[in-house]
């Protein structure tokens, strides 16, 4: 394409200082693809198949103009599990069992169980955002919420550019022992998968609400992520901190999220006025 042809061909070849900013540069596209594939919605299984194939064409693109895709660690097999995850899905999967077998794929901090073999390389936007499009229209998406666009809040997610200042977001209480969150660096990654689940928290209170007003039941997904998601939240975080704390994140910003703190409410997000759906795909 014409990036190919008129920027990356006049890199000098072999330059190691080129080769590490076009891998960084994979890296985040590969994550932000993943973050728009995640909050597609509706996908049905024509949908899905024609996902799938877009996965499979943006990783060619990806190994043919800057980098191996299988060399980009956590952020190809995110991708992969995603697009396996649509290749086998179906409409009516039960999602209680698909979210619980996900939860079982990270280690728990509060048990004694021994950690998974191999944990789940999803990040908790990544698999709860997903599972949204099974919900009705009555749960907004988290981009619809905010009313910013999905290139809005994936760019936030992914890299920390800030959302518009309408939306105010905060992380909420995790279930974590209090000395644990405090050492959350709040420009992180992991601190913008928090934050982004109270987001979710807001959703599914708005579903909840309206629900009630029609005076009909909430759908099976409000209880399902509302029991669950804690737990994928806790789990997620105790692992960054595991193997992140005095090391290196690559999804750090300079803008850091405040936290609600240990006991805390659950935070407000304020939405922005006159904000619409904002769009659902890459």
Known sequence: GHLAVEHLARLPEGN??????????AARLVRSFVSHLALLRPLAAPGRLK???DVAGFEMAISQHLTRVQDLGRGYLELRELKQILFLEKDDAPLREFLESQLEALPDPLSSTPAPATPSPLRPSTLLHHVLVQAPATLPSPQEYLGVDTQSLVEWLVVGTPLPPQCKVSIPPLGLPPDDEKKLPPQSGAAREAAAWGVLLQCLDAHAQRCSAARTQPHEIYGTVSDLGPSILRRYVHGFLRNNVGGTDPGATTAPIPAAGVG???????????????????
Do not use: D, F, Q, S
């Open 264 to 282: 805390a409410p659950a935070p407000r997000v304020e939405k922005r006025r006159g904000g619409g759906r904002g769009g659902a795909g890459p």
């Open 51 to 53: 996902a799938t194939r």
């Open 16 to 25: 190691p200082v080129v080769k590490r900013a076009l891998t960084e540069l």
